[in-house]
């Protein structure tokens, strides 16, 4: 196959590629070249080497367009099968894309991730966060026009921390759905949640008031729970409302309502904290999920 056959079959594959903006330094793709081909290579004749020079070049450019896809690609993705429905990479859940808001607008998922018990990498939960669909578009929007958001860097955590906190702390309506992937029961989420309450109550060092304020919140919330099973196909619902509180849900049904603000913020903010949230993958895909919304 001659060079200009070459060449044409690969500008023709190109032409069916996303257009995408990046500078290429012919010099950079030979020396890796010289190195996997050896010393061979590295004396071919300039004659050889221009004769190879455009399957090179074109074949790192089709390779550079498919790492920037993929690079910059949602952590989940909708379901070709299922359309408006969302399945975790690791345990295959389903999540809806949208779901009721507190006021019935749709609210749309930001980002999901897998709940683990650490030691054991036991799958638990999938955990996703939703916002309402006229906050995450509207450009006027109370949630988009938050100074810490507009800063919003997906890459610096400290970035990161500030836009959530700010997003917990802001009166929006916040959605934290929570799909068990195994069967399970009320009392065993309940005590997992008030564990990672009860440490973050430790680690922040309250003052005595505001630590009983804290452990009186957690008792609240304590109660707020189902006591019978729970199963795969069914979710827990945690509601922010813009008037300062968080209902709790079992799919549709209403099981009770906290006002505590200490309780509130640090659930939530606890899977949406950079240095050691409860599921790092929530975490990462709800940054993404941000990013994205900032870029539309």
């Not at 081909?37 to 790192?60: C, E, I």
Request: with cysteine; charged share 25%; aromatic share 8%.
């Amino acid at each position: 196959m001659s060079a200009a056959t070459r060449t044409f079959r690969v500008r023709a594959l190109l032409a069916k590629q996303p257009t995408r903006h990046f500078t290429f330094t012919p010099a950079i793709v030979r020396a890796p070249i010289h190195h996997h081909l050896g010393r061979t290579a590295a004396v071919t004749t300039t004659r050889s080497q221009d004769r190879w020079r455009p399957w090179m070049v074109a074949t790192v450019v089709t390779a550079g367009a498919l790492s920037w896809h993929l690079g910059h690609s949602l952590v989940y993705s909708e379901s070709p099968a299922k359309p408006h429905t969302v399945v975790d990479p690791d345990s295959k859940a389903e999540f809806p894309l949208y779901i009721p808001s507190e006021d019935g607008s749709q609210a749309r998922l930001l980002g999901l991730g897998i709940r683990k018990i650490t030691f054991l990498k036991v799958q638990v939960y999938v955990v996703g966060l939703y916002a309402k669909v006229s906050d995450l578009d509207d450009h006027n929007s109370r949630l988009r026009v938050l100074p810490e958001v507009q800063k919003f860097q997906r890459t610096d955590q400290a970035s990161c921390d500030t836009a959530f906190r700010a997003m917990v702390q802001t009166p929006i309506e916040l959605i934290l759905r929570i799909q068990p992937v195994r069967n399970t029961n009320g009392p065993h989420l309940r005590d997992g949640f008030t564990r990672s309450l009860t440490q973050a109550a430790k680690e922040q060092k309250l003052s005595e008031i505001e630590n009983e304020e804290a452990m009186g919140g957690i008792m609240e919330f304590k109660n707020l729970f189902p006591k019978g099973k729970i199963n795969t196909s069914q979710a827990l619902l945690f509601r922010k409302s813009p008037n300062g509180t968080m209902t709790v849900q079992l799919d549709d049904e209403v099981l009770g309502t906290t006002r505590n603000t200490w309780v509130i913020e640090t659930f939530f903010f606890g899977y949406l904290d950079g240095s050691k949230p409860i599921s790092e993958k929530a975490r990462d895909s709800i940054a993404e999920g941000v990013q994205k919304m900032l870029l539309q």
